[in-house]
């Protein structure tokens, strides 16, 4: 399955993020919604983005201070989208790093124009960047991940072979310890889509995770169950 470009709709606005919403929805991107920066950056945490239409007048944080985390930490591509249309706010938008700036009211057609255009000259391996000399791998209870050579290395250093959608799940897992991840989170990081109705798929990787790294996969402490939210990596995680 093909996966549908990830859009991050940041407006304050319920009406208008709900109504955003339902015209990309219908256009084919899948979407998430947030309502200040706080939630914005916990979905960039959780989920995997490929563009972030981003509010200019915001509480708290405002769009250009957002705008100034994004382009710092992640080569995301942004739109900002404001009732403010003078130029000056164009202008120090676009120097902050946005790709392009869509003045309110606009119609649903432009913004899927916009957001398609932007989304061609977007590099493609876009998304929340990993910093220079970021982890080569992270250790956990007697388990070492070494991400540069996609290798599970047990305590007495025997590898222990992943698929890769094992590797991916894991990996996933390790990037965001003690914090609970939907089955939709996990398979949005791992394949890039949206959970189908009855998708099992991350049920049976996990089922195969524990097989290899749980004493007893029964009685699973390292890959914990959270009954109706999904899973959570529950060991101390140290990166390398």
Known sequence: MTASPHILVVDDH???????????????FRVSAAGDGQAM???????RIDLVLLDLMLPGEDGLSLCRFLRAETDLPIIMITAKGEEVDRVIGLEMGADDYLPKPFGSRELVARIRAV????VP?????????????????????SVAARELLRADGVV????????????????????????DQLLDLTRGRSAAPFDRSIDTQVSRLRKKIEE???????????WGGGYILAAEVTET
């Not at 709900?18 to 015209?23: A, D, G, T």
């Not at 989304?119 to 977007?122: F, I, K, N, Q, T």
């Not at 998304?127 to 991940?145: D, Q, V």
């Open 41 to 47: 950056r916990r979905l960039l945490a959780d989920g």
């Open 160 to 183: 222990v072979p992943l698929s890769t959608g094992e590797y991916d799940l894991l990996l996933a897992l390790l990037e965001r310890p003690n914090r609970v991840l939907s089955r």
């Open 125 to 145: 391996s876009r998304g929340a960047a990993r910093p220079e000399g970021g982890s080569a791998g992270f250790r956990f209870g007697a388990w070492t991940l």
């Open 119 to 122: 989304l061609r000259r977007a």
């Open 216 to 226: 007893d996969p029964s009685d699973p402490r390292i890959i914990k169950t959270v």
């Open 14 to 28: 319920r009406e208008i993020r709900e109504l955003v919403s339902r015209v990309l929805t219908r256009e084919g």
